[in-house]
T-cell receptor
Framework: GAVVSQHPSWVICKSGTSVKIECRSLDFQATTMFWYRQFPKQSLMLMAT?????????EQGVEKDKFLINHASLTLSTLTVTSAHPEDSSFYIC????????????????FGPGTRLTVL | AQSVTQPDIHITVSEGASLELRCNYS??????LFWYVQSPGQGLQLLLKYFSGDTLVQGIKGFEAEFKRSQSSFNLRKPSVHWSDAAEYFCAVGAKGIDDSGAQKLVFGQGTRLTINP
């Protein structure tokens, strides 16, 4: 149980185009999903937190108009990188928190396998 | 703001040898601490977590970690490593939510890459 998938696993696009990445919780309802970015040989940096049915909360320094997040259902969140540029090339990872679980004081986040984005 | 430091970027040990990966955190309140493992092409997998109580926590795959408040540390250990343990290991701290069930953020350390010599 507690499986999170991401699609696509990798994508190559031209500079100036937009790319959408999907994050799905396969066997639980995720009231909260998180989007991270990981540069090569570096740590995961939280980009934004999305709650189902409401606007995402972005971390300081993350451009919300650049990285559009939609969490329209309890099992799906999408990250759209708009007008992508080479500096947006990175590994994007999502995680989901089981909204139905009651495991105080902290509900575990389950991570997807990541999406490798390369912008040419 | 909370932060996590993993002093060792890369560690190499021989198969069968013991392992200790270091993690130091900075957080004003009682931290929620985690160790994750990331294998190539796979998502992060939770090895173990500490919320409260016994400071020595057991995890999956034979790993354990000890919380030492006086040293602000949460080091990961394994008595005998296997070749399949080669991966990237991340220590993380989670902040308590406002209502204990809110969306808590995870702050990750830089990661330690573990290489196993045969």
């Amino acid at each position: 149980g507690a499986v999170v998938s991401q699609h696509p696993s990798w994508v190559i696009c031209k500079s100036g185009t937009s790319v959408k990445i999907e994050c799905r919780s396969l066997d639980f309802q995720a009231t909260t999903m998180f989007w991270y970015r990981q540069f090569p040989k570096q740590s995961l940096m939280l980009m934004a937190t999305s709650n189902e049915g409401s606007k995402a909360t972005y971390e300081q320094g993350v451009e919300k108009d650049k990285f559009l997040i939609n969490h329209a259902s309890l099992t799906l969140s999408t990250l759209t990188v708009t007008s992508a540029h080479p500096e947006d090339s990175s590994f994007y990872i999502c995680s989901a928190r089981d909204g139905g679980a009651v495991s105080p004081p902290y509900n575990e986040q389950f991570f997807g396998p990541g999406t490798r984005l390369t912008v040419l | 703001a909370q932060s996590v430091t993993q002093p060792d970027i890369h560690i190499t040990v021989s198969e069968g040898a013991s392992l200790e990966l270091r993690c130091n955190y900075s957080y004003g309140a009682t931290p929620y601490l985690f160790w994750y493992v990331q294998s190539p092409g796979q998502g992060l997998q939770l090895l173990l977590k500490y919320f409260s109580g016994d400071t020595l926590v057991q995890g999956i795959k034979g790993f354990e970690a000890e919380f030492k408040r006086s040293q602000s540390s949460f080091n990961l250990r394994k008595p005998s490593v296997h070749w399949s343990d080669a991966a990237e290991y991340f220590c993380a701290v989670g902040a308590k939510g406002i209502d204990d069930s809110g969306a808590q953020k995870l702050v990750f350390g830089q990661g330690t890459r573990l290489t196993i010599n045969p």
